[in-house]
């Protein structure tokens, strides 16, 4: 029985893959003729490679048994491992030059810290030593460097400390905070470890028509809307207001909001953001609202789990600067295909990872011991590629 479906399931797979090629070859004139995943999936996002699944399929099966279940089906989270595989798999042709990591939840648990002791620590210092560049895009903003330090210090030491790496894949590490707001990067001398870069050196084209005025009036209407939940839902919450970002936080540590409130509360800012004409609706595409003289601000409004928070920017714009800051450092053009982020919010309302999917490959992890897992993929087959 379990070979019977084994079988059945990887024969499901290739076709999968088989519709996911077809596309690929068709995506960039589907006016014309749409092709079948389109039809069947019209909010598929681009496909910067191809995903063997099939291959995925049986990597998965032999580390989760999926054939030899006989009462449950493949399940969500066995066809996104098989998806996140199927990523890795594919980047690891030699196309791989930058990983993003968002923070919370991807890195360490939610609200707490990257330390010393954390199994992540090596295998993000093993990248570097493979040339691989790194970006932290993390929603957590924060203006100075001690903040990140707080809460990175584990790889930062490490990196520091570090004999096998030389200086200059100690300078392959930048964080990006506050989803798309403050640059800092890996500096041995500077307070921290940490060297904050000013905008002028990394805003992207795009960005620099974002007006001051324009963001802190999004953020006005944000915050009066956010206060307006907390009113009418009663919820024991706090508003927090920063210079790029706006949100509620439980007014005491020990309560959690319950998620349907949060989830209610990103729904409703978001809405009041996009009829405000300052923000720019999720349905509209990132040219189209960025080659204007005065453009709309992109935002984005999430659950973090505990909060909710909205930033100005996103994680598109976000791993778009690494892109190019990597580019321009490194000689080499950093394309979406050259490009894999890794994130825990790709479901929850506003899912802040989510938005990265428009401008490079993705995995979908749901926990550390889940990224340490993919790293190690990650490691095995570069390993194999190099041997
Ligand atoms: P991420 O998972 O690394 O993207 O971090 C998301 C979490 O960072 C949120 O759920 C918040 O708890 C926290 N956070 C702290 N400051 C900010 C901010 O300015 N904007 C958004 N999230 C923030
Ligand atoms: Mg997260």
């Not at 909010?43 to 009462?71: H, M, V, W």
């Not at 904050?196 to 620099?208: A, Q, S």
């Not at 920017?313 to 050259?338: A, H, L, M, P, Y």
């Given at each position: 029985?379990?070979?019977?479906?084994?079988?059945?399931?990887a024969?499901?797979?290739?076709?999968?893959?088989?519709?996911?090629?077809?596309h690929i070859a068709?995506?960039?004139?589907?006016?014309?003729?749409?092709?079948?995943?389109?039809?069947?999936?019209?909010?598929?996002?681009p496909f910067?490679?191809?995903?063997?699944?099939?291959?995925?399929?049986?990597?998965?099966?032999?580390?989760?048994n999926?054939?030899?279940?006989r009462?449950v089906a493949?399940?969500?989270?066995?066809?996104?491992?098989?998806?996140?595989s199927?990523?890795?798999?594919?980047?690891?042709?030699?196309?791989?030059q930058?990983?993003?990591?968002?923070g919370?939840?991807?890195?360490?648990?939610?609200?707490q810290?990257?330390?010393?002791?954390?199994p992540?620590v090596?295998?993000?210092?093993?990248?570097?030593?493979?040339?691989?560049?790194?970006?932290?895009?993390?929603?957590?903003g924060?203006?100075t460097?001690?903040?990140?330090?707080?809460?990175?210090h584990?790889?930062?030491d490490?990196?520091?400390?570090?004999?096998?790496?030389?200086?200059s894949?100690?300078?392959?590490?930048?964080i990006?905070?506050?989803?798309?707001?403050?640059?800092?990067?890996?500096?041995?001398?500077?307070?921290?470890?940490?060297?904050?870069?000013?905008?002028?050196?990394?805003?992207?084209?795009?960005?620099?028509?974002?007006h001051e005025?324009d963001?802190a009036a999004?953020?006005?209407?944000?915050?009066?809307?956010?206060?307006?939940?907390?009113?009418?839902m009663?919820?024991?919450?706090?508003i927090?207001?920063?210079?790029?970002?706006?949100?509620?936080?439980?007014s005491?540590?020990?309560?959690?909001?319950?998620?349907?409130?949060?989830?209610?509360?990103v729904?409703?800012v978001?809405?009041?953001?996009?009829?405000?004409?300052?923000?720019?609706?999720?349905?509209?595409?990132?040219?189209?609202?960025?080659?204007?003289?005065?453009?709309?601000?992109?935002?984005?409004?999430?659950?973090?789990?505990?909060?909710?928070?909205?930033?100005?920017?996103?994680?598109?714009?976000?791993?778009?600067?690494?892109?190019?800051?990597?580019?321009?450092?490194?000689?080499?053009?950093?394309?979406?295909?050259?490009?894999?982020?890794?994130g825990?919010?790709?479901?929850?309302?506003?899912?802040?990872?989510?938005?990265?999917?428009?401008?490079?490959?993705?995995?979908?992890?749901?926990s550390?011991?889940?990224?340490?897992?993919?790293?190690?993929?990650?490691?095995?087959?570069?390993?194999?590629r190099?041997?």
């Amino acid at each position: 029985m379990a070979e019977e479906a084994h079988r059945r399931y990887a024969e499901i797979m290739r076709d999968v893959e088989a519709m996911i090629e077809d596309h690929i070859a068709r995506q960039n004139h589907e006016e014309v003729f749409p092709s079948k995943l389109r039809m069947l999936v019209p909010t598929a996002g681009p496909f910067f490679t191809r995903l063997p699944l099939e291959a995925a399929f049986k990597y998965q099966d032999r580390k989760r048994n999926i054939s030899f279940r006989r009462y449950v089906a493949p399940s969500f989270n066995d066809v996104r491992l098989i998806l996140n595989s199927a990523q890795v798999m594919a980047v690891t042709n030699g196309a791989l030059q930058l990983a993003t990591f968002d923070g919370d939840v991807t890195l360490y648990d939610d609200g707490q810290s990257l330390e010393p002791s954390s199994p992540v620590v090596p295998r993000l210092l093993d990248l570097l030593k493979k040339g691989i560049k790194i970006g932290i895009v993390t929603a957590a903003g924060y203006t100075t460097a001690d903040r990140y330090y707080e809460r990175l210090h584990g790889l930062l030491d490490a990196i520091a400390a570090s004999t096998e790496l030389d200086p200059s894949q100690k300078q392959n590490l930048v964080i990006m905070g506050g989803e798309a707001n403050y640059l800092f990067e890996f500096s041995l001398s500077a307070p921290h470890l940490l060297a904050h870069v000013p905008r002028e050196r990394w805003l992207t084209p795009e960005m620099t028509h974002w007006h001051e005025e324009d963001i802190a009036a999004l953020l006005d209407v944000a915050e009066g809307a956010l206060k307006d939940c907390v009113r009418a839902m009663n919820l024991p919450a706090t508003i927090v207001r920063k210079d790029r970002a706006v949100g509620i936080i439980p007014s005491d540590p020990d309560i959690r909001i319950a998620r349907e409130s949060l989830e209610e509360t990103v729904l409703v800012v978001q809405r009041i953001l996009e009829l405000s004409s300052l923000g720019v609706p999720a349905s509209s595409s990132r040219t189209s609202s960025s080659t204007i003289a005065r453009p709309r601000i992109p935002f984005c409004a999430f659950n973090g789990g505990r909060d909710v928070f909205v930033d100005i920017g996103d994680k598109s714009w976000g791993v778009t600067v690494c892109q190019q800051w990597f580019s321009s450092t490194g000689g080499t053009r950093i394309g979406g295909e050259n490009t894999l982020h890794v994130g825990d919010q790709f479901l929850s309302a506003g899912s802040n990872d989510f938005k990265a999917r428009s401008v490079g490959t993705t995995a979908w992890i749901a926990s550390p011991a889940e990224t340490v897992e993919l790293l190690d993929e990650l490691a095995d087959l570069m390993q194999k590629r190099l041997s």
